[in-house]
Nanobody, 124 residues
Framework: EVQLVESGGGLVQPGGSLTLNCTPS????????IGWFRQAPGKNREAVSC????????YYADSGRGRFTISRDIAENTVYLQMDRLKFEDTGDYSCAALKPPVCAANAAMYGFWGEGTKVTVAS
């Protein structure tokens, strides 16, 4: 069974940076599409970014493009979401999700495996 563990959330000031980690167990990141989703208070869950072996360029939602960078470390079997120049509106619960076959999708319903999430709070 695939399990995902996130880490790296926390409290950060506007303009600051955080890196979120997603580590699957029971499978390698090479075999999965790994997506990051977030849910802000009172809002629907939205896709943030995704990376997959079968796709050349990662996916970024408009909200994070140019500020967020998703990457994989095959040796560490971990996907990272580097978030820079954070804004108040980036606050939310961030979850990583995995999809097989490894093709990114923006629709959360396509993902069969989810982590428990990590909270990101951007506040001054």
């Amino acid at each position: 069974e695939v399990q995902l563990v996130e880490s790296g959330g926390g409290l950060v000031q506007p303009g600051g940076s955080l890196t979120l980690n997603c580590t699957p167990s029971g499978i390698t990141v090479h075999e999965l599409a790994i997506g990051w989703f977030r849910q802000a208070p009172g809002k629907n869950r939205e896709a943030v970014s995704c990376i997959a072996t079968s796709q050349g360029a990662p996916y970024y939602a408009d909200s994070g493009r140019g500020r967020f960078t998703i990457s994989r470390d095959i040796a560490e079997n971990t996907v990272y979401l580097q978030m820079d120049r954070l804004k108040f509106e980036d606050t939310g619960d961030y979850s990583c999700a995995a999809l097989k076959p490894p093709v990114c999708a923006a629709n959360a319903a396509m993902y069969g495996f989810w982590g428990e999430g990590t909270k990101v709070t951007v506040a001054s």
